[in-house]
């Protein structure tokens, strides 16, 4: 059997194994608050990180808190995350959500999902409005340590190409294709999620993806099906 057509779950932990190697095993820390954590995700779409870091400074400082956040006009919140993409929608969003959170819990807090079973918790986060499954993923692997598994592009375009994923699998239901198929460990699935994104970034690039460098090469449907039988190549 060639090495790319292994059954996927074999081919999944082997990829796991082999960008473990690779980037070596992180520990997994909290990068930043919950109620940070989940501004600047919702921030973060289709956004630079540059950019969301921008914003999201400049909430605050124009605003003092979430009270101040939340009850801005929409126009000058709007303004004041002008360098994510669509404000005009984040904005509301943003103060939409914080509204919610305090009439649920009386303060503009979060660290409750700490307590609450993990599908408790996803149910209860992809209510807000802005908020998916991989904010709500990001939120609860990062800061509370549940185990789930967040896709992001980086994570979806490498588990397609190396096959992991089917072509027509979409981002939402990847989610639970390769939670399925990994360790149900939140400091495994913390390096899953992000070997993948930064090989993503770095070697399986969205254009020209650096496949002489690739580590994966063996098991990649991508490398072998396409990439090694010059098919991308041609007519060029």
């Known amino acids: 059997m060639d090495a790319h057509t ?5 081919k999944t932990l082997q990829t796991h194994e082999l960008l473990n190697q690779t980037y070596q095993v992180l520990e997994l820390r ?4 919950p109620m940070q954590e989940l501004i600047s995700t919702m921030l973060s779409h289709r956004t630079t990180h540059a950019d969301e870091v921008k914003a999201y400074n400049t909430i605050l400082e ?7 956040v939340m009850n801005a006009p929409v126009e000058e919140l ?7 993409r669509y404000p005009g929608q984040k904005a509301p969003q943003i103060q939409q959500t914080l ?3 305090k009439e649920e819990r009386g303060e503009i807090n979060i660290d409750f999902l700490q307590d609450m079973p993990v599908e408790e918790a996803m149910a209860w986060l992809t209510r807000l409005p802005g908020v998916g499954l991989k904010t709500a993923t ?3 692997l990062f800061n509370f340590k549940k185990p789930v598994l967040p896709v992001d592009t980086h994570v979806f375009r490498v588990s397609q190409r190396v096959g992991l994923i089917g072509a027509k699998v979409t981002a939402d ?4 294709l390769l939670l399925d198929m990994l360790p149900k460990d939140a400091v495994e699935l913390f390096n899953f999620h992000k070997h993948l994104f930064w090989h993503g970034q770095r070697i399986c690039t969205w254009y020209s993806p650096k496949c002489e460098q690739c580590v994966l090469q063996s098991i990649c449907n991508y490398y072998q099906d396409v990439r090694a039988k010059g ?3 041609e007519g060029m």
Do not use: C, Y
């Open 6 to 10: 292994l059954p996927v779950q074999q």
């Open 30 to 33: 909290s990068r930043r608050s």
């Open 62 to 68: 124009r605003f003092g808190d979430w009270e101040g």
């Open 78 to 84: 709007a303004d004041a995350v002008v360098t994510t």
């Open 99 to 101: 509204r919610m959170i």
């Open 138 to 140: 990001l939120l609860l």
């Open 173 to 176: 239901k990847a989610h639970k």
């Open 231 to 233: 098919i991308d190549q």
